[in-house]
């Protein structure tokens, strides 16, 4: 019999193996900040339309400015593309005149900012905190320390598969339940839409350093991850706790890459290295009918709610979704990636009691199911994840749900930025054709070793 949507999110989120984590900690507190107001930065889209951060905060905000007299929430939005906003949010980090008192984290850099001593151990206020035990355990992980303490609150967790036009698919004779079972399958689909429907964009994969880690996680892990048998991490060595240089999986995978463009396959390479192409995809080559396959995340449909400026309530009877398949088809046959976000109080933050109480109106049940449904996220509360009306809230749900069963998370080790950018660099390489796959490798494991003090390790 097959397991309900809500047990399958419990227990497979469960017995995902805990995001692994290095961090130190440093002390020191900020100063001059006004005592009764909390400073909250957050990234914010970089389309003026897509307001559903804004909107959440705003209500948060109104909450608990009526439930705590006299405290004042200053919301403090970062417009920036995800590696602007990143750099942006360190330099604010690195001073008590700058730091806000909390600030959103992305799970792949929080443990660089731990390292960095620009975050503040939470765990005295976790251990006061009832609703800390509705939170999955391997959420928690995601933002703990080496020292075993705990940097930050998710709010969410989310899963990445294709994204396919029905329409685009009818005209090129392919079928509406489209279901690829090996990397081959998905590349004869976008060869079909090529010839047979002209106009169109067959494929979508985010590349190159302006994308940031959009190409690193949505595109080249989302490949990477399906060439062994999914038991092992072929990015990172646990046990031997070194990096893995560029093997035959690291080769095939850009050499997917290589074949979506060098066929034409994907977007022009100009659009493709645009860092807001993203925004695009989402907002106008969908819901237009102009790309056939996206490979993208589950959060989408966050852009065509109401409100958001690119309305397109049709969507789930226009899109269909497919799950990434395997490399060759092999066990499990799918893959998934799994990131996320925390809320995090620096280290240099003037009002840090004020910021976690903040924290704590955002994550009540209601409050979190609440952003869950807007954003199109994963729910990481229990309680919240067996509610049939979360369940229920929106088309979708179910089929990235399903997905968390094979999903992976990032090896966000410390070091974890720079060879996410050393990745980037090699698909930019294989995607604009100034290098070859073996030529991208070779490049690659050179600047692994010196973004990781040389902690590599072939296999």
């Not at 919301?75 to 600030?103: F, H, N």
């Not at 731990?114 to 503040?120: A, F, H, M, N, Q």
């Not at 396919?164 to 976008?190: I, N, R």
Request: with cysteine; net charge negative.
């Amino acid at each position: 019999m097959r397991p309900t949507v809500r047990s399958v999110r419990f227990t497979a989120l469960l017995s995902l193996t805990a995001l692994a984590s290095t961090a130190l900690t440093a002390c020191g507190s900020g100063s001059g900040s006004d005592p009764d107001t909390v400073k909250v930065s957050f990234k914010q889209s970089t389309d003026n339309s897509i307001k559903v951060m804004d909107t959440y905060l705003a209500g948060v905000k109104k909450q608990f400015e009526k439930a705590n007299p006299g405290k004042k929430v200053e919301l403090v939005p970062i417009k920036a593309p995800d590696s602007e906003y990143y750099t942006k949010l360190q330099q604010m980090l690195r001073s008590p005149k700058t730091a806000p008192d909390l600030v959103y984290e992305d799970t792949f850099l929080i443990n660089s900012d731990i390292t960095s001593g620009y975050l503040k151990p939470l765990d005295d206020y976790l251990a006061k905190w009832q609703d800390w035990d509705r939170f999955i355990d391997t959420a928690k992980a995601a933002a703990k320390g080496e020292d075993g303490k705990t940097y930050g609150v998710p709010d969410g967790t989310d899963t990445r598969g294709l994204w396919f036009s029905k329409d685009v698919f009818a005209k090129a004779g392919l079928p509406a339940d489209w279901q690829p079972k090996t990397w081959a399958e998905v590349l004869d689909a976008a060869r079909a839409i090529k010839e047979k429907v002209p106009g169109v964009t067959p494929l979508n994969v985010y590349t190159g350093k302006p994308a940031g880690e959009a190409a690193t996680m949505q595109g080249f892990q989302m490949l990477l991850y399906g060439t062994n048998d999914g038991t092992t991490d072929p990015l990172y060595d646990k046990s031997g706790k070194k990096w893995i240089a560029a093997g035959q999986g690291f080769k095939d995978s850009l050499a997917f890459v290589e074949t979506v463009y060098k066929e034409k396959l994907g977007p022009e390479v100009s659009d493709a290295l645009d860092p807001n192409f993203g925004t695009k995809v989402r907002g106008e080559l969908l819901p237009q009918g102009k790309l056939g396959i996206a490979l993208d995340g589950s959060w989408l449909p966050q852009d065509w709610l109401e409100g958001s400026g690119h309305e397109w309530p049709e969507w789930s009877k226009e899109l269909g979704l497919a799950a990434m398949p395997t490399q060759h088809g092999q066990a499990p046959g799918r893959v998934s990636m799994s990131g996320g976000w925390t809320w995090s109080i620096p280290d240099k933050a003037g009002n840090p009691d004020l910021a976690f109480e903040f924290i704590k109106t955002m994550q009540t049940k209601a409050n979190a199911q609440k952003w869950y449904v807007a954003n199109s996220g994963i729910a990481v509360r229990e309680d919240v994840a067996n509610d049939p009306a979360y369940v229920d809230a929106q088309p979708g749900i179910e089929f990235f749900t399903d997905l968390v069963e094979v999903t992976h998370y990032r090896p966000a080790y410390p070091a974890y930025p720079k060879v996410s950018v050393a990745i980037q660099e090699a698909m930019e390489g294989v995607t604009t054709g100034d290098k070859s796959v073996e030529e991208a490798a070779r490049d690659y494991d050179e600047a692994l070793g010196e973004a990781t003090d040389g902690q590599v390790v072939r296999k």
